[in-house]
């Protein structure tokens, strides 16, 4: 595979990202070991998570971070992995917090949990409007100049927030965000395609999308209320309309033509498009991994591309 660059930095990644959202959560200690070891065998590098996940679990306490860490002491394997985290949301404080103080408090508390010296990719992960960007950018200045953060990036922000930042980062000589992930996949377009794409490629920013799959909806697993079973189904209910249904029947005939899963042909979409630098997907098994990284690897055919991209418009 071509290794993409993450914006303008010096990291060269493939196109797929481990979401570790899963981790202490519906995925154990040793499955995500097992795990975080057949993503680096097969070539890939760059690993996601957040100090939030995932807290939403009773009991959990950032342990996405913690797996991640002790894997990579019991690993010895630093060099090798990009990590790539995120600060801002509740972990405690009461509210979405992109301060000076917050950062720098925070920042230490990961780097503890992943057991490094410094954050590859360190990401706002949520607005806030609380807080002026200069403020948030100052602090992350200081961070990188302190050898703590590498580059930094914007997750869920719109087209005039990001543009907002880097005319920030250009006038005031800070850093800039270089990457941003937002929500986007074959049925959900609006946080990415349009201004913020636009922007992306103007600026040599490199997205890095999630809900690829638009929480499982997208492997064609959920046709009818019928299906719609468990905690899961009750997630994808939104997309089981007429323009689903059209996205699906799409998914179907470039199946039926290429071979491919679903799953696969919905992420080799976003990887296509332009401005990708990686997608975001998570795992909680070895076979599904593997079908990740066949979708990762496949390389769909320019009328099989259209077509998918024109299912997914309209209502």
Do not use: C
């Amino acid at each position: 595979m071509t290794l993409r660059r993450l914006g303008q930095t010096d990291i060269k990644i493939s196109p797929l990202i481990f979401g570790a959202n899963v981790f202490g959560w519906t995925t154990d200690e040793p499955t995500s070991f097992a795990l975080l070891d057949a993503f680096m065998a097969e070539g890939f590098t760059a690993i996601d998570t957040a100090d939030v996940y995932s807290r939403w679990v009773p009991g959990n306490d950032s342990d996405s971070e913690k797996i991640i860490g002790r894997w990579l002491k019991a690993r010895g394997n630093r060099d090798k992995v990009h990590v790539l985290t995120k600060v801002g949301s509740d972990v405690g404080q009461g509210k979405v917090d992109l301060s000076a103080r917050w950062i720098e408090q925070a920042v230490e508390a990961s780097l503890k949990r992943l057991q490094t010296d410094y954050i590859d990719l360190y990401q706002s992960h949520w607005p806030d409007p609380t807080v002026s960007q200069e403020e948030t950018l100052t602090a992350y200045d200081r961070l990188i100049k302190a050898g703590k953060v590498r580059f930094i990036g914007a997750s869920n922000y719109d087209a005039a927030l990001l543009s907002e930042a880097l005319d920030i980062s250009k006038s005031k000589h800070l850093p800039r965000y270089q990457t941003i992930q937002n929500e986007y996949n074959l049925y959900t377009r609006d946080a990415y395609e349009g201004a913020v794409q636009a922007l992306v490629l103007r600026e040599g920013l490199g997205a890095m999308p999630y809900f690829s799959l638009a929480s499982g909806f997208l492997t064609g697993k959920y046709r009818t209320e019928a299906d719609l079973k468990g905690a899961r189904g009750e997630r994808v209910r939104s997309y089981l309309n007429e323009r689903g249904l059209r996205i699906l029947s799409a998914l179907d005939t470039v199946a039926e033509k290429t071979g491919a899963a679903h799953a696969e042909i919905a992420l080799a979409w976003v990887i296509a498009q332009p401005g990708i630098s990686g997608a975001l997907s998570s795992a909680t098994s070895l076979k599904q991994l593997e079908g990740l990284v066949r979708g990762a690897r496949l390389k769909l055919a320019a009328e099989d591309l259209a077509l998918l991209t024109a299912s997914g418009h309209g209502e």
